[in-house]
T-cell receptor, first 112, second 110 residues
Framework: DGGITQSPKYLFRKEGQNVTLSCEQN?????MYWYRQDPGQGLRLIYY???????QKGDIAEGYSVSREKKESFPLTVTSAQKNPTAFYLC???????????FGPGTRLTVL | GQQVMQIPQYQHVQEGEDFTTYCNSS?????IQWYKQRPGGHPVFLIQ?????EVKKQKRLTFQFGEAKKNSSLHITATQTTDVGTYFC??????????FGDGTTLTVKP
C-alpha cells in the first residue's frame, strides 16, 4: 500500500528543544517537500528536495533544517532558533517538480 | 515573491446551491493545481491545469484556467455536505518553488 507516512501525529516539546519530524514515502518519488500550515492559512514551503543528497530552502527555512540521505526519507528538524514553532507540519512528495504533490497526514507540533 | 490570492476566504451555502472560489496572480502562472483539505485532514490533489483557457470537469466540479494564465476558478454545482472543506489553489514551478493560496473554506448547511 503506497503512500506517505508522518509520525507522530501529535508532538509536544518544551521551548528550547530541537525536535525532528519524520517523513517516509514508498511511492518512489524523486521530489519531497516540507510545509508549515498555521490556523486559517495556506501552506508555506519550508524546504524541498529534488533528489537524494540535495535540498533547497523554501520561503520560510529559518530555524529549520533537513537531510535527504535516502530517496524514501526526508526528516525535518525544528530547531530552538525557530521563533514560533507551534504549527501543523505537512510533508509531501511528487514524481518531479511542477507536478501534483501527495501529502502525508501531518504532524501537529506544540511547543510549550 | 510570487503571490497567489484566493477569494473568498469563507463561503457558507445551503446544500444544493452552487459554489465558486477564485485564484488570482499578478504574474503569469506556469500551471495551477487545486487541492481539497477536509477539516482535520491533509490536502488532497484534485486537478492540474497547464494550458491557457483550459477547462476540466470532475463530476460536479469544473476547473478553469484563464486565457492569460493569471487566474483560475473552481466551481461546484449543487453542493453536498461531502464537499465541506478548504479548497486551495497552488503553483508548482520547475525551480521547485510551490506557492499556495490561503484557501477558501466551504461550509454546507443541510
Amino acid at each position: 500500500d503506497g503512500g506517505i507516512t508522518q509520525s507522530p501525529k501529535y508532538l509536544f516539546r518544551k521551548e528550547g528543544q530541537n525536535v525532528t519530524l519524520s517523513c517516509e514515502q514508498n511511492l518512489n518519488h524523486d521530489a519531497m517537500y516540507w510545509y508549515r500550515q498555521d490556523p486559517g492559512q495556506g501552506l508555506r514551503l519550508i524546504y524541498y528536495s529534488q533528489i537524494v543528497n540535495d535540498f533547497q530552502k523554501g520561503d520560510i527555512a529559518e530555524g529549520y533544517s533537513v537531510s535527504r540521505e535516502k530517496k524514501e526519507s526526508f526528516p525535518l528538524t525544528v530547531t530552538s532558533a525557530q521563533k514560533n514553532p507551534t504549527a501543523f507540519y505537512l510533508c509531501a512528495s511528487s514524481q518531479a517538480l511542477r507536478v501534483s504533490q501527495y501529502f502525508g497526514p501531518g504532524t501537529r507540533l506544540t511547543v510549550l | 515573491g510570487q503571490q497567489v490570492m484566493q477569494i473568498p476566504q469563507y463561503q457558507h451555502v445551503q446544500e444544493g446551491e452552487d459554489f465558486t472560489t477564485y485564484c488570482n496572480s499578478s504574474t503569469t502562472l506556469s500551471n495551477i493545481q487545486w487541492y481539497k483539505q477536509r477539516p482535520g485532514g491533509h490536502p488532497v490533489f484534485l486537478i492540474q491545469l497547464v494550458k491557457s483557457g483550459e477547462v476540466k470537469k470532475q463530476k460536479r466540479l469544473t476547473f478553469q484556467f484563464g486565457e492569460a494564465k493569471k487566474n483560475s476558478s473552481l466551481h461546484i454545482t449543487a453542493t453536498q455536505t461531502t464537499d465541506v472543506g478548504t479548497y486551495f489553489c497552488a503553483e508548482h514551478t520547475n525551480a521547485g518553488k510551490s506557492t499556495f493560496g490561503d484557501g477558501t473554506t466551504l461550509t454546507v448547511k443541510p
